[in-house]
């Protein structure tokens, strides 16, 4: 069965300091989608990435970077030079091809990342 | 561009009560999907509308339905409410008709307390 770990449960960084927050994931598909949301205090999930199980390319968003990791099964996201703004809680998730999974994310618990000033 | 909206933002409900949450795509979506985000217990999938019709369910009683309607939009029914029912219901539009790879855009949420 489908499954998402997210073994770091609340992370604390001061400003300015780099964080890497990391994902595992199990799946018997080969094909799949990644994908990482961002819940900030008021409680919306702000879509930041998707990847497809064939692209294993990294990819960086301003501050925000992806390492996309098959043979580990990680999707681990880092943010450089984190700010005040960037605390919330952070979800990775897996969504599958197989018939009956489609369409359902199969979320992580969550990583609680707090930034101090 | 709206994104996804939900109504109302808070609620209150006794055991045993019935409620009715509510949810509107972002313009051009089809597939309307509901979460629970329960205390302790993450985020799990709920319901999947697409065209109206229920394509998908998660592992919850049948206490739990909803409906999707012409114009997309979406309603979550609970019946006979229990106090592990309180949590935030999310909302999720996509564009497609509900693939694997289609990105789920969330709305902020009804925060649902049973007393």
């Known amino acids: 069965a489908q499954k998402v770990t997210q073994a770091q449960t609340e992370i604390s960084v001061v400003e300015k300091e780099d964080v890497t927050l990391d994902c595992v994931y199990e799946?018997?598909?080969?094909?799949?989608?990644l994908f990482w949301y961002k819940q900030p205090p008021s409680g919306e999930l702000v879509f930041l990435i998707r990847?497809?199980?064939?692209?294993?390319q990294n990819e960086i968003s301003g501050r925000y970077s992806w390492n996309f990791q098959k043979s580990t099964s990680s999707f681990n996201f880092t943010i450089t030079a984190s700010q005040v703004v960037d605390s919330a809680v952070y979800f990775c998730a897996l969504s599958e091809a197989r018939t009956g999974a489609n369409s359902k994310l199969t979320f992580g618990k969550g990583i609680t990342l707090s930034v101090r000033p | 561009e709206a994104g996804v909206t939900q109504s109302p933002t808070h609620l209150i409900k006794t055991r045993g009560q019935q409620v009715t949450l509510r949810c509107s795509p972002i313009s051009g979506h089809t597939s309307v999907y509901w979460y629970q985000q329960a205390l302790g217990l993450g985020l799990q999938f709920l319901l999947w509308?697409?065209?109206?019709?229920?394509?998908n369910r998660g592992n919850f009683p049948p206490r739990f339905s909803g409906r999707q309607f012409p114009n997309y939009s979406s309603e979550l029914n609970v019946n006979a409410l229990e106090l592990e029912d309180s949590a935030l219901y999310l909302c999720?539009?996509?564009?497609?008709?509900?693939?694997?790879?289609?990105?789920?855009?969330f709305g902020p949420g009804t925060r649902l307390t049973v007393l």
């Open positions: 990847r497809n199980s064939f692209d294993e």
């Open positions: 999720a539009s996509s564009l497609g008709s509900g693939g694997f790879s289609d990105t789920q855009y």
């Open positions: 509308y697409d065209e109206g019709e229920e394509r």
């Open positions: 799946t018997r598909d080969t094909t799949y989608y």
